[in-house]
Nanobody, 123 residues
Framework: VQLQASGGGLVQAGGSLRLSCVVA??????MAWFRQAPGKEREFVAA???????FYADSVKGRFTISRDRAKNTVHLQMRSLAPEDTAVYYC????????????????????WGQGTQVTVSS
């Protein structure tokens, strides 16, 4: 199983980026994005599950959109109105089984991880 994240880069505040995570090897019930800023713990960003609405961290709600392309086994994270505090390494994660909201934001419940892609937002 491999998760390959891409799409990061340097963008000015207010700009947009689209991250992609290509999944190879098997299908997953739940896909998510986490991020880790320098000196901080990894934090939940967004998740998408089968037959459920996407779920977002409050800090990104209304600005980020997670989507899934099953034909291409890819999960995207469209990020708009980026701010310097969004600067982090972004990781895609996958979970085999369905998970309830209570644990959706906890990285310990995910089975596979991508290598991360750097997003830097300048002010």
């Amino acid at each position: 199983v491999q998760l390959q994240a891409s799409g990061g880069g340097l963008v000015q505040a207010g700009g947009s980026l689209r991250l992609s995570c290509v999944v190879a090897g098997r299908a997953f019930s739940t896909m998510a994005w986490f991020r880790q800023a320098p000196g901080k713990e990894r934090e939940f960003v967004a998740a998408i599950r089968e037959s459920s609405s996407p779920f977002y961290a409050d800090s990104v709600k209304g600005r980020f959109t997670i989507s899934r392309d099953r034909a291409k086994n890819t999960v995207h994270l469209q990020m708009r109105s980026l701010a310097p505090e969004d600067t982090a390494v972004y990781y895609c994660a996958a979970r085999v089984n369905r998970i309830v909201n209570t644990y959706l934001t906890n990285d310990a419940y995910y089975d596979y991880w991508g290598q991360g892609t750097q997003v830097t937002v300048s002010s």
